[in-house]
């Protein structure tokens, strides 16, 4: 094609729309990506199919292991290929994508290159945009995933997806690989802090407020960004609570907690699809046809591209030892329904070989540069893949980006605990408050898929609590070290002294998850732990400011839960403040003195150990028939949980006594704000199947809603429950609605009512 020819299709479909759940494609995308197509050569085609680590990245990670890396060095990671070779590769058109390009510089670098190639195919760039766009330095960075669950809050976690879009793309990337579906369940995996937690309908509904808030159909291109639904499936439960190992998990498990959320998301339109590390039931998720082709495709109607996790598909023949050699790696990940492969060099040639050698047709190469081509047209990137670097710096932390992101930071956090109203804080009890603890003045508030961010772009603990004190109050703070691994005894005894001459201490206390300080990390991306209590010695911290004699408030910087049970009983009070990102210290000290009352709520249980681990709320009525010995068999805290600083009474739930095929129905309670203060309260409603075929959980959640009150108020909220919603996986494994009696439960209200046959 000839650069005017390209120009001509381009401008034909600068007004592409992003394309939404189940919508006919658009046969103009359809007649370009066809036109193209039959103008490839098998190498351009498979080039699509290929994506690479950005090259400023991969000289960085060169520099760093002391390797000079001029063009013409072999590429570290990439030993068989110099620099120069790979930007030659895109010269030719054999690279379809790009990862971790963080300047909006590099991206029009890389697009340019692109456009040097016979038929100017422009890249998609892909980035871990997963709570903002936070491996770009100056990002606004939210909540971790899992305390915007906490939020409870559909309608912010679209917006704050929107203004995620709004930063990537103005960075010259235009696919973000999130939201996270994990459904958690295991404290000791590193990840749970990129998940929404332990619901299947929380998971699900927040991941179709992502899905639609990067996505955005009706925005301009350069406004939106492909979503990525991941990891398919299921390694949230891996056997031993590490990352990539095996699970094995019942295909009803499966179909009723693992897959909703897929489902879900689909039905929202999501555009591709990750698979993930671990092996599902003895095959690898990377070359698995029932679960890319049959389910996620066949019955979820899944019509996006399929890309591979980092490395998975070799690991095929390298870990699992499913396939002899690398050129069977690529073999079965075809097979299993695999459109682009992440990383590697090699995996471009071995599938122009298969294809020469008539093991695969070509027409399964053409399915897979298909959907990348038609993701490409909808993106707009034909029209415009370059971006202005001076765009990018004046919509990225704009003043509203991060009011959202104090918006949800104050949403997010959990109050856990507070013994005697020790919150919030009374600034004539505790006049001289003292700050301590290895996270209270550091950037492990930011979370896990972040690179170092400006220190004036980042509140702390110490600086928010230092900002919200009251004239009077006097904040002193006691440094004792910034490492979550290890504080020294020198310093517990010294932080322990502090507390004594004070009047309350305040220790923030947790897991470090960012990714760049390597040697500390204690969660995050392949750090999980065989123990969930706090990590190295911070539980002996907690111990010697407690024995101090003042009251201790605990802050816990986390994203997988933490079982401290002694923390719990002995401290006067607890937040869970979770990752709450860039604004996180200033919403911490605005709860922590009263300006903000905390509203979020657990969206995952914690337990009081490893050993409790499988407790999750929504068990089978047998779970806890027997319980342990010698400890509780209760967790610390619930699904749900969360404290207040003033009270609600719940009364007068109504909802029909039938429900009928097709119907969705009102489900109607008053709530008042029977304290002093204003508040929010999150109004969450479960549902119980009381007799069916196969079990069925104990309760389970299906809608909830956040209602604000001014004290002494009473407002109406109205929830829904739909037929659909009450079906369960029946003895062969297909959804089915049984009739009969279900029991509601909202607050302390509960009611029963009949379910009616289809
Ligand atoms: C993670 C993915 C991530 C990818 C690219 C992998 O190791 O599992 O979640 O999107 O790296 O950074």
């Keep these: 094609m000839t ?31 066809s036109d193209l197509v039959a103008r490839m050569t098998l190498e351009e085609k498979v080039g699509q199919m290929c994506q690479y680590v950005g090259i400023e990245h991969l000289k960085e990670a060169a520099k760093r292991k002391g390797k000079v890396a001029s063009n013409n060095d072999a590429i570290g990671m990439y030993p068989q290929m110099t620099f120069a070779q790979l930007e030659e590769k895109v010269r030719r058109g054999e690279v379809g994508s790009f990862l971790h390009v963080v300047t909006a510089a590099e991206a029009n670098r890389l697009q340019e290159l692109a456009r040097e190639s016979r038929l100017q195919i422009p890249l998609i760039i892909g980035i871990d945009a997963i709570h903002g766009n936070a491996l770009v330095r100056g990002a606004t960075v939210y909540p971790a995933p899992i305390g915007l669950a906490a939020t409870f809050d559909d309608a912010l976690v679209e917006r704050l997806s929107r203004e995620t879009a709004r930063e990537t793309r103005a960075h010259g990337a235009q696919w973000a690989f999130s939201p996270n579906l994990d459904v958690a369940r295991d404290a000791r995996w590193g990840r749970v802090g990129e998940t929404f937690g332990e619901d299947p309908l929380l998971v699900g509904r927040l991941g179709v407020a992502m899905v639609r808030g990067l996505q955005a ?21 891996p056997v031993n609570g590490l990352n990539g190992a095996p699970t094995d998990l019942s295909e009803r498990t499966l179909r009723s907690v693992f897959l909703p959320p897929y489902f879900a998301a689909i039905r929202a339109g999501a555009g591709s699809l990750m698979t993930a590390h671990n092996e599902l039931n003895g095959v690898p998720c990377h070359a698995n046809p029932w679960l890319i082709e049959e389910v ?28 002899a050699d690398l050129k069977e790696t690529a073999y079965q990940t075809l097979l299993g329904g695999m459109d682009m492969n992440m990383h590697g060099p090699g995996f471009f040639q071995r599938v122009v ?25 909808e993106l707009g990137l034909f029209d415009r893949p370059l971006v202005d670097e001076a765009h990018a710096e004046q919509v990225t932390f704009s003043p509203a980006h991060q009011a959202t992101a104090l918006e949800a930071a104050r949403k997010s956090i959990v109050l856990l605990k507070n013994d005697a109203g020790t919150l919030p804080l009374d600034p004539v009890r505790s006049r001289r408050i003292l700050v301590t603890g290895p996270l209270a003045d550091t950037h492990a508030i930011l979370g896990d898929w972040v690179l170092p961010q400006p220190e004036d772009q980042v509140t702390t603990p110490l600086e928010g609590i230092r900002q919200a004190a009251p004239a009077g109050v006097e904040v002193s703070f006691f440094d004792c070290g910034r490492s979550a691994q290890r504080v020294e005894p020198s310093a517990i005894t010294a932080a322990a002294a502090a507390a004594a001459t004070a009047d309350l201490t305040v220790v923030v206390v947790g897991d470090n998850e960012l990714r760049y300080e390597e040697n500390d990390k204690t969660g995050g991306e392949n750090v999980d732990r065989s123990d969930i209590e706090l990590p190295g010695n911070q539980l002996a911290l907690v111990q010697a400011l407690v024995a101090a004699g003042k009251p201790v408030v605990v802050v816990l910087v986390n994203g997988r839960p933490l079982g401290s049970e002694w923390t719990v009983e002995r401290c006067a009070a607890l937040i869970e403040a979770f990752q709450p990102g860039s604004l ?54 619930w699904f749900g949980h969360g404290l207040s600083y003033t009270s609600f009474r719940y009364s007068n739930l109504r909802l029909p006594a039938r429900i009928g095929p097709g119907e969705s129905v009102p489900v109607t309670v008053d709530i008042t704000n ?23 959980p104990v ?60």
């Excluded at 190469?365 to 993701?375: E, F, G, K, M, N």
Aim: proline letters at 6%.
């Design 296 to 323: 996620l495709r066949g019955e979820g109607g899944f019509a996006g591209f399929v890309v591979s996790d980092w490395m998975d598909v070799q690991r095929l023949a390298t870990v699992h030892f499913v396939a």
């Design 3 to 33: 650069f005017s020819r390209s120009l001509l299709i381009a401008s034909i479909l600068f007004s592409f729309a992003a394309r939404t759940a189940g919508a006919a494609p658009d046969p103009r995308v359809e007649a370009a990506v």
């Design 353 to 377: 070989e298969l294809v020469r050698e008539g093991r695969v047709p070509e027409a399964r190469i053409d399915q897979s540069v298909r959907r990348i081509l038609r993701a490409k047209f």
């Design 217 to 237: 159909p009706t925005a301009a291109p350069e406004d939106r960004v492909l979503a990525c639904i991941k990891h398919a499936l299921a390694g949230s439960q």
């Design 674 to 696: 029977t304290g002093p203060r204003a508040g929010e309260e999150l109004v969450l409603m479960y549902v119980r199947d009381l007799v069916s075929s196969a079990t069925t």
């Design 584 to 637: 996180g210290g200033q919403a911490l000290g605005e709860i922590l003195f009263g300006v903000v009352n905390p509203s979020g709520r657990l969206p995952i249980t914690i337990p009081r150990h490893a050993g409790q681990i499988q407790v999750h709320y929504n068990h089978m009525p047998s779970q806890y028939f027997h319980k342990y010995v010698l400890t509780s068999s209760d967790p610390l805290f």
């Design 699 to 758: 309760k389970a959640l299906k809608d909830y809603q956040r209602v604000a009150l001014a004290s002494g108020e009473r407002k109406t909220v109205e929830l829904r429950i739909a037929h659909d919603q009450l079906a369960l996986i029946g003895a062969n494994l297909k959804p089915v609605i049984e009739p009969g009696m279900f029991q509601v439960f909202v607050g302390d209200q509960t009611e029963k009512f009949e379910l009616v046959a289809p």
